[in-house]
């Protein structure tokens, strides 16, 4: 089977930073995900992780640890447009993702 | 270049009532899944594509069919919908197996309720 963990909530306030952990139990594993969806919309990429380290795309960064099966989504000088629901993706290599539960950020000024 | 399309938007049934969603794409993808998403279970896959004329089952496939008649549509029936069946239905397509830094491209979701 395959399994993600991620916290539920996490908050914050604008200007900080937060980080959301992901981990997980796959059998097999390619890459791991992270999306971006506010209140309900269509879900949208933000990274891809397929080997460890950290890859930065401008305020986010994403790191993984292929040996810890553990990844996390970095967000700095948050903003309130930030708060939204944040989901971490397995590529298991069959041509499909699975996703954790979500994150639920909340930005409070 | 509309993307992921879906029709309907919302849509009320009654139970044991039929129908279908639609799911179209511009890109000239080759890959479409369809998804679902019930308040705190995040999305989870129900059918996929991976070519004109293909499907697979994915991790919640009972109660749905699927058809990928064309390149550029996928659809999604409910024979007979059940109240369990109430939830939000995302599309997305891909290019590439995502053994690759590809990603997926959802549309905007059909919020469905069976009464």
């Known amino acids: 089977g395959q399994s993600l963990e991620q916290p539920s909530e996490v908050t914050a306030v604008e200007g900080a930073i937060v980080q959301i952990n992901c981990t997980y139990q796959?059998?097999?594993?390619?890459?791991l995900s992270w999306y971006q969806q506010h209140d309900g919309g269509a879900p949208t990429f933000l990274s891809y992780?397929?080997?460890?380290g950290l890859e930065e795309t401008g305020r986010f960064s994403s790191f993984l640890s292929r040996s810890d099966s553990y990844g996390y989504l970095l967000l700095q000088e948050l903003q309130m447009k930030d708060s939204a629901s944040y989901f971490c993706?397995?590529?298991?290599?069959?041509?499909?993702?699975?996703f954790g539960k979500g994150t639920m950020l909340l930005v409070s000024p | 270049n509309a993307g992921v399309t879906q029709t309907p938007k919302f849509r009320v049934l009654k139970t044991g009532q039929s129908m279908t969603l639609l799911c179209a794409q511009d890109m000239n993808h080759e890959y479409m899944y369809w998804y679902r998403q019930d308040p705190g279970m995040g999305l989870r896959l129900i059918h996929y594509s991976v070519g004109e004329g293909t499907t697979a089952k994915g991790e919640v496939p009972d109660g749905y069919n699927v058809s990928r008649l064309k390149k550029q549509n996928f659809l999604l029936g409910l024979e007979s919908a059940a109240p369990s069946q109430t939830s939000v239905y995302f599309c997305?397509?891909?290019?590439?197996?995502?053994?690759?830094?590809?990603?997926?491209?959802f549309g905007p979701g059909t919020r469905l309720t069976v009464l």
């Open positions: 997305a397509s891909s290019s590439l197996a995502l053994n690759s830094t590809d990603t997926q491209y």
């Open positions: 993706a397995v590529d298991s290599g069959y041509s499909t993702l699975t």
């Open positions: 796959t059998s097999g594993f390619y890459g």
């Open positions: 992780n397929a080997l460890d």
